[in-house]
DNA sequence: TCCACTGTACCGATCGTTTGGTATACTGTC
DNA sequence: GACAGTATACCAAACGATCGGTACAGTGGA
């Protein structure tokens, strides 16, 4: 098997479990792989795993969220497109972020960046949206930045609150809100 | 000296490190204080430990956050208050929250449920501001839930993309924002 | 025969926790 | 004031368990 048919269960146990949360030995009981076989798939070993992880939500969101951002449409629609994978993503506010998790706990530099570059591309993609739609590059890039604050926010709120409503609710309105006049 | 004084030293510790990260060598440094000193006066262990900074916590944002959205003034007034309190529980946006990182990782019912009631009595302070100021109950609700969104998500991407400039300009506009007209 | 892959057994280090004890200060009794 | 008793605060050392990681002998398919 090759071993990014492990990523996505990875993925699940840090979200779930956080970096140190998420030893070696539930690693191996959740991929049933022993732990050789874990260090013959990831030779640098546990962090060579979180990297994995990262790299392919990375990925995932350049592929899933970005590129439709980026794709033709009204802008409105664009937006739109994309709160409706994010809401996949975190399972309609029942799940939390795992870039937000891995950045918590033991903190790597190299983790930081890598989760700081992925949210710096997402902002991006949004504020490209925005300058299309007519806005000012400046006042595009807070109402990006606005916009991940929200995504980010209800996340955390809606999990800590158990009220995946609150999710729902906020996920519908954000395009509009984003695209409003001041 | 009283196990009250070592709290603010734990917090710190948690915050930086999670709930797993923060191991009791560290916490033995942080605090000067040999292990078996610790269990001397959180006789409950780590656990205790993290509970007791989850009581502080509480008591903090009550005493320095929610009494001043009771106090007395304009709504908006209040809210800058609590903003202006916030953006030093935050350090102007570097530091994480506390609450946000201790509910990941290990889960514990016990902590999320902590986390959740402090959560959701910071909501319906701000609701009930909102109440004051006229409007629909529903919507109060809806708008106070919108804000600690806005000020969790803010915390979270400041210190993601290591930009505080973010916080402070989400800061300096939550009153508005919140209580403008639809 | 080669090689990707895996199971077993092991390593030193560190985890959270406990034991057994010391030093100091404050009691009440004589 | 002297003295036994008690409570508080602290520590060094060690506990069993588990951590992340490694060594090595297979094993099965190409």
Redesign the pocket.
Known sequence: ???ESYIPRLSALFRQYGY?G??????SEAT??????????F?????E?VESVLCYSASWLQENVLSLLAAEGAPEERLQNMCDRVNELYAGGAEPCLLAILQSGTGSDLRHAQIQATLAAWVEAIAAVLREAGWDAAIAQQRAEDALITIQGAVMVSFTLDNPAVFQRVMQSLPQVILKQP
Chains 1, 2 share one sequence.
Request: glycine letters at 16%; hydrophobic letters at 30%.
């Open positions: 098997m090759p071993k140190d998420a030893t070696l030995s539930k690693i049933g792989l022993g732990k050789a076989s874990l260090y013959h798939h030779p640098g070993g546990k962090d795993m």
